[in-house]
């Protein structure tokens, strides 16, 4: 029973275009979300997170849609730069815990 | 300030041998958890420990799965007779406080099960 999901396994966009990372989730207890982002050979690294009484979080290049009704958020990334390029996780959390959800990543690759 | 320090970075055992991983958190980081990622996969939470303490072991497989974080030292995660199915990237990660949310992760450990 996968509560986080990532339903787009791949992603390809132009540099300088925008990147749109979407998740959707099914456990609407689930009160904090976050994107971590993982190069090869690496830990995740955090990225932006977004709290559920929000329903956008800005942070530079980056920004974060939630969607309460609709159990849904995703990921800007505008301008794309090829440095973008790695796996992107969204994970989700609730009553301020530490365990996270996370779904199975989309990988991003920015083409120059 | 080094970050949270995994090792060894890639192991290989056997069938029926025993894998050890280490993780030392970050400075200062009191709570350290431990994930898995199955290839093609993303991670599923396994055990969240403080010192000399398991809090939450929910995500821990019922049998040869064991861990630990000692007064003194880094946290341990066990695997007793390991199994092809076992073969993963075992992630660490640590926070200061529990409810912080934003965990901050070693770069793994490669386990191959031949």
């Known amino acids: 029973d996968q509560q986080v999901k990532q339903n787009s396994p791949s992603l390809s966009v132009q540099e300088g275009r925008i990147s749109i990372l979407n998740c959707d989730y099914t456990n609407s207890m689930f009160d904090y979300f976050l994107w971590y982002k993982k190069y090869p050979a690496e830990g995740p690294t955090f990225l932006i997170s977004?709290?559920?009484?929000?329903d956008k979080n800005e942070d530079g290049r980056f920004t974060v849609f939630l969607n309460k009704s609709a159990k849904h958020l995703s990921l800007h990334i505008v301008p794309s730069q090829p440095g973008d390029s790695a796996v992107y996780f969204c994970?989700?959390?609730?009553?301020?815990?530490?365990?996270?959800?996370f779904g199975g990543g989309t990988r991003l690759m920015v083409k120059p | 300030n080094a970050g949270v320090m995994q090792n060894p970075r890639h192991l290989v055992r056997r069938r029926g041998q025993e894998a050890r991983l280490r993780c030392s958190p970050m400075k200062g980081h009191s709570h350290v958890y431990w994930y898995r990622q199955l290839p093609e996969e993303g991670l599923k939470f396994m055990v969240y420990l403080q010192k000399e303490n398991i809090i939450d072991e929910s995500g821990m497989p019922k049998e040869r799965f064991s861990a630990e974080f000692p007064k003194e030292g880094p946290s341990i995660l066990r695997i007793q007779q390991v199994v092809r199915g076992d073969s993963a990237a075992y992630f660490c990660a640590s926070s200061r406080f529990s409810g912080a949310n934003v965990l901050t992760f070693g770069a793994g450990s490669r386990l191959t099960v031949l």
């Open positions: 994970a989700a959390s609730y009553n301020a815990g530490n365990m996270l959800t």
């Open positions: 977004i709290s559920s009484i929000k």
